[in-house]
């Protein structure tokens, strides 16, 4: 029972290059989500998901999109990456009404 | 809209002394309150949680946080703390219904030998 797993742990980017993150559960949750983590601001919805083929804009959603293909699976895209978008992303999942457990994280620099 | 004040963002204690850290948060509804906490370059854990019942909840390696609904308040405490605390402490709130957390801006806690 590997929880939750985020692809790739570390990235570096040019402005205006793109990727996309992986996040993997396999508790069965329905429910996923996207945060940034920056000094001195906690954690900050990004996006999230509902269920499969499901998702919604969090508090910064601007940049970034995501898709929820697969139940277990939620990915985070950048389409043309800014410098502005340098920070640690985690992934969660959660059943409902139940705790959000969190990935190991993935830091990630734009140059 | 709901929101979490964590006015500490660094505390540094000696080992083996007590510590709280403070959190106050805001909202028009009832809420559930929750403690993660993040180790040096890993993700975040959970510590405890508030849901309903008693306002004393206990959590994981020793610490407790007590609800107060008329102070809008969540504080964690350990009454003694070692080296392996030293991490960095959210607090978090969801509110009825919802399944978002709204997390606060984190308190470092530095453990003194």
Same mark, same amino acid.
């Not at chain 1, 906690?42 to 139940?71: C, F, M, Q, W």
């Not at chain 1, 992303?89 to 140059?111: E, H, I, K, M």
């Not at chain 2, 975040?44 to 610490?63: E, P």
């Given at each position: 029972?590997?929880?939750?797993?985020?692809?790739?742990?570390?990235?570096?980017?040019?402005?205006?290059?793109?990727?996309?993150?992986?996040?993997?559960?396999?508790?069965?949750?329905?429910?996923?989500?996207?945060?940034?983590?920056?000094?001195?601001?906690?954690?900050?919805?990004?996006?999230?998901?509902?269920?499969?083929?499901?998702?919604?804009?969090?508090?910064?959603?601007?940049?970034?999109?995501?898709?929820?293909?697969?139940?277990?699976?939620?990915?985070?895209?950048?389409?043309?990456?800014?410098?502005?978008?340098?920070?640690?992303?985690?992934?969660?999942?959660?059943?409902?009404?139940?705790?959000?457990?969190?990935?190991?994280?993935?830091?990630?620099?734009?140059? | 809209?709901?929101?979490?004040?964590? $006015?500490?963002?660094?505390?540094? /204690?000696?080992?083996?002394?007590?510590? +709280?850290?403070?959190? =106050?948060? *805001?909202?028009?509804?009832?809420?559930?309150?929750?403690?993660?906490?993040?180790?040096?370059?890993?993700?975040?854990?959970?510590?405890?949680?508030? $849901?309903?019942?008693?306002?004393? /909840?206990?959590?994981?390696?020793?610490? +407790?946080?007590?609800? =107060?609904? *008329?102070?809008?308040?969540?504080?964690?405490?350990?009454?003694?703390?070692?080296?392996?605390?030293?991490?960095?402490?959210?607090?978090?709130?969801? $509110?009825?219904?919802?399944?978002?957390?709204?997390?606060?801006?984190?308190?470092?806690?530095?453990?003194?030998?």
């Amino acid at each position: 029972n590997a929880g939750v797993t985020q692809t790739p742990k570390f990235r570096v980017l040019k402005t205006g290059q793109s990727m996309t993150l992986l996040c993997a559960q396999d508790m069965n949750h329905e429910y996923m989500y996207w945060y940034r983590q920056d000094p001195g601001m906690g954690l900050r919805l990004i996006h999230y998901s509902v269920g499969e083929g499901t998702t919604a804009k969090g508090e910064v959603p601007d940049g970034y999109n995501v898709s929820r293909l697969k139940k277990q699976n939620f990915l985070l895209g950048l389409e043309s990456a800014a410098p502005s978008q340098t920070s640690v992303y985690f992934c969660a999942s959660s059943s409902y009404g139940d705790t959000q457990y969190f990935g190991p994280g993935t830091r990630l620099t734009v140059l | 809209a709901q929101s979490v004040t964590q $006015l500490d963002s660094q505390v540094p /204690v000696f080992e083996e002394a007590p510590v +709280e850290l403070r959190c =106050n948060y *805001s909202s028009s509804v009832s809420v559930y309150l929750f403690w993660y906490v993040q180790y040096p370059n890993q993700g975040l854990q959970l510590l405890l949680k508030y $849901l309903s019942g008693s306002t004393l /909840v206990k959590g994981i390696n020793g610490f +407790e946080a007590e609800f =107060n609904k *008329s102070q809008t308040s969540f504080h964690l405490r350990k009454p003694s703390v070692h080296i392996s605390d030293t991490a960095e402490y959210f607090c978090a709130v969801r $509110l009825f219904g919802n399944e978002k957390l709204t997390f606060g801006t984190g308190t470092r806690l530095t453990i003194i030998p």
